[in-house]
Nanobody
């Protein structure tokens, strides 16, 4: 079945940057799916923060618009999230999946911690 491997998280100071990467496997139709990056902090609901369509149209939740950029490479079957001007409230585990989420199981995610 489909598998996602997220990487690139880490510990940064407010205002810093990280680039997350999601590598997908187990499908030969990656290019036709809209993909998204999700995040979940302890005690909070999972939130879709960025999405990119098969035609590379992008959408962002207002709290990250202008700071995050989602991109995809269909040949590599990857979806990246460039995160700039990071804030403490961005601290969460970050996961990738389709938009809407339909692939199971979710990956392990990658932890982003923004500390002041």
């Amino acid at each position: 079945q489909v598998k996602f491997v997220e990487s690139g998280g880490g510990l940064v100071q407010p205002g810093g940057s990280l680039r997350l990467s999601c590598a997908a496997s187990g499908t030969i139709f990656f290019s036709i799916h809209a993909m998204g990056w999700y995040r979940q902090a302890p005690g909070k609901q999972r939130e879709l923060v960025a999405t990119i369509s098969s035609g590379a149209n992008t959408n962002y939740v207002p709290s990250v618009k202008g700071r995050f950029t989602i991109s995809r490479d269909n040949a590599k079957k990857t979806v990246d999230l460039q995160m700039n001007s990071l804030k403490p409230e961005d601290t969460a585990g970050y996961y990738c999946n389709t938009d809407p989420a339909r692939w199971d199981p979710w990956g392990q995610g990658t932890q982003v911690t923004v500390s002041s």
